[in-house]
C-alpha cells in the first residue's frame, strides 16, 4: 500500500479531478493524504458541483437553481458521488499544513487542477508547493498532474539543473482547445463574468493564449513536441476532443492520458478514472519494485 499525498488549494479546486482520483486510489488500497495552505479541509468550485451559475440566468437568485448548460459543464453523477464520500473522509477532514510537509514520508504525489482565478492561484503559485513537486521529481516517486495541476509542476524549477522539473518529459495538459471553447462559452453564458475559465489572462502585447495552459507549459518543456495532444489518426479522436464526452472505470476511449517513467498527466476531468487508475498501477509498480 502506498501514501499518497494529494495537494489542494483552500477553495475552487476541481471536485472531479480529486475525489475521483481519491476513489480509485482508495479502492486500490492505498493510503490517500491531503494538504492545504491552513490545514483545514478545501472546498470545491462550487459551480463544478452543481452547475448553478454557469447559465445566462445564473446571477439571478431564484433562476440560478434551473441549470441547463450547467448541467453539461458541471460534474458527472459518479464525481459527485465520489466528492461527497470524499468529504466525509477522516484523512480529507483533517488536511496537513503546506509547510509542514515532509514529502520523503509519501510514496507518491496528486496534483489535481481548478481554474478559478479567485482560489488557484495561491495554489499555482506557491513556493512551498513548487519546492513539494521539485523533492518527488528529484525521489523518482510516482507523481500525477491533471489540467491546471501540469501548471504547477511545469512552474517547479530544479536546483539541480535551474529548470522545470517537467524539461525532460513528455506531457499533456489542459488544452488550449479546451480552454478557450470553455472561455468561449462563458463569455456568453456567464457575460457579468465573462472570464470565469481563465485563471491568468494574456497582457498588452501578448498573442490570444499565450497565457493558456498548454502555452505556458510547453515553454517550460525541453522540446515544444514533448507537449502532447490527441493526434488526428486515433480511431477515438472526436470522442476525445468533442469536450462533451468523459471516461469511465469501464470505457476508457473518450481519454487522454500521457505516461512517461514516473509521471502521468491528463487534460480535463473527462480523463480523471483512466488517468487515476494508471497512477494507481504505477504506485503498486513502485511498491512492487521496492519489495524486489
Request: with cysteine.
Amino acid at each position: 500500500m502506498a501514501r499518497v499525498l494529494v495537494l489542494l488549494p483552500a477553495r475552487d479546486f476541481d471536485p472531479s479531478e480529486a475525489a475521483v482520483c481519491w476513489r480509485v486510489l482508495v479502492d486500490a488500497g492505498h493510503s490517500v493524504h491531503f494538504a492545504t495552505p491552513d490545514g483545514r479541509p478545501a472546498v470545491a468550485d462550487e459551480m463544478m458541483l452543481t452547475g448553478q451559475g454557469l447559465d445566462p440566468w445564473g446571477a439571478i437568485p431564484l433562476l440560478r437553481k434551473l441549470p441547463l448548460i450547467g448541467l453539461l459543464m458541471r460534474a458527472n453523477r459518479d464525481a459527485r458521488k465520489a466528492y461527497a464520500e470524499m468529504l466525509a473522509n477522516p484523512d480529507y477532514l483533517a488536511p496537513r499544513r503546506w509547510a509542514t510537509i515532509d514529502a520523503a514520508v509519501y510514496d507518491g504525489l496528486l496534483l489535481p487542477g481548478g481554474h478559478r482565478a479567485r482560489g488557484m492561484r495561491d495554489y499555482l503559485e506557491s513556493d512551498i508547493l513548487h519546492n513539494i513537486v521539485v523533492s518527488f521529481f528529484d525521489a523518482g516517486k510516482p507523481v500525477a498532474a491533471i489540467c491546471h495541476g501540469v501548471l504547477l509542476a511545469a512552474r517547479s524549477i530544479s536546483k539541480k539543473t535551474g529548470r522545470s522539473v517537467l524539461s525532460g518529459y513528455r506531457t499533456t495538459a489542459l488544452t488550449w482547445a479546451f480552454e478557450n471553447s470553455a472561455w468561449s462559452v462563458a463569455r456568453f453564458t456567464r457575460f457579468w463574468d465573462p472570464n470565469y475559465y481563465r485563471t491568468y489572462l494574456e497582457q498588452a502585447g501578448q498573442p490570444k493564449g499565450y497565457m493558456s495552459v498548454q502555452q505556458e507549459v510547453t515553454r517550460a518543456l525541453a522540446r515544444p513536441e514533448d507537449f502532447r495532444d490527441v493526434p488526428k489518426d486515433d480511431p477515438q479522436y472526436r470522442r476525445k476532443t468533442s469536450g462533451l464526452v468523459r471516461d469511465t472505470m469501464e470505457d476508457e476511449t473518450p481519454a487522454f492520458v500521457v505516461r512517461d517513467r514516473n509521471y502521468v498527466s491528463a487534460r480535463w476531468p473527462g480523463d480523471v478514472h483512466t488517468f487515476a487508475k494508471i497512477f494507481a498501477t504505477m504506485l503498486k509498480e513502485q511498491h512492487q519494485g521496492h519489495a524486489s
